[in-house]
């Protein structure tokens, strides 16, 4: 394997948004009448906004119009955004500026691939926009993960073969569908959870230094 590229998820790899996410759709379950917790959050993480509307009203066991599902995605997101807009440089999470340098100095190529529809928007808050090659989100797929959709499109961006793109995810549906599309996986935080990754780290801090440059070799890091 010694060409190699790199797809990251968003959302809990690169920056932190899932604290925004909850709180938004925590606001929208509050309005309809039902509690809606941390945990039930997990639950929405790497699916899209619409299936992440769908599984929020079957925890409140509620049935809405397909009008009035329109009218809560556009309110949920015009709230989400407000939190986003806020952000800055501070909020990337730790080990990934140092992890893209490496990737840089080994002249590995890397695209984002992630379910938000504002993926643009957030990595141009925190100032990191133009390092990537390019970027696959919710406007660019017809499927939502685990449907490998979203990283078939990133390994055709990076002009690499499926089986030679490392996966960056820290979600159960992002692992699932990097392992779909036949491609390494890595999960980013709770090993059980993530337990189908190929390899696990509880954040990018922990990522060996050799890790890529062992594929480069051809000598797979275990």
């Known amino acids: 394997m010694n060409k190699i590229g790199v797809i990251f998820d968003l959302d809990g790899v690169i920056v932190d948004t899932a604290k ?3 709180l938004a759709w925590k606001n929208l379950a509050d309005d309809l009448g039902f509690e809606f917790t941390e945990a039930h959050n997990e639950l929405l993480k ?3 906004r619409v299936r992440s509307l769908d599984i929020l009203l079957e925890i409140g066991n509620i049935t809405i119009s397909d ?3 329109q009218k809560f995605l556009v309110s949920k997101n015009e709230e989400y955004l407000k939190y986003i807009t806020k952000m800055d440089a501070k909020e990337i999470l730790p080990g990934v500026i140092e992890l893209l340098d490496i990737l840089d100095d080994l002249n590995i190529k890397y695209v984002l691939g992630s379910a938000s529809k504002n993926a643009p928007l957030i990595l141009k808050q925190v100032n990191l926009l133009d390092r990537f090659l390019g970027i696959v ?3 660019s ?3 939502a993960k685990p449907d490998p959709e979203v990283f078939s499109i990133g390994a055709d961006k990076l002009n690499i073969k499926p ?3 490392i996966v960056f995810e820290d979600a ?6 990097a392992n779909k599309a036949n491609m390494i996986s890595v999960g980013i935080g709770n090993k059980d959870t993530l337990s189908k990754a190929n ?3 509880n954040n990018l801090t922990e990522i060996p230094e050799n890790f890529f440059s062992a594929f480069l070799s051809e000598k797979i890091y275990r």
């Open 46 to 48: 790497g699916v899209s």
């Open 172 to 177: 159960i549906a992002g692992v699932e569908a």
């Open 20 to 22: 925004y996410h909850f």
């Open 199 to 201: 390899y696990n780290f």
């Open 67 to 69: 009008a009035e599902k």
């Open 137 to 139: 989100d919710g406007n």
């Open 163 to 165: 089986e030679n793109c």
């Open 141 to 143: 797929v017809s499927k």
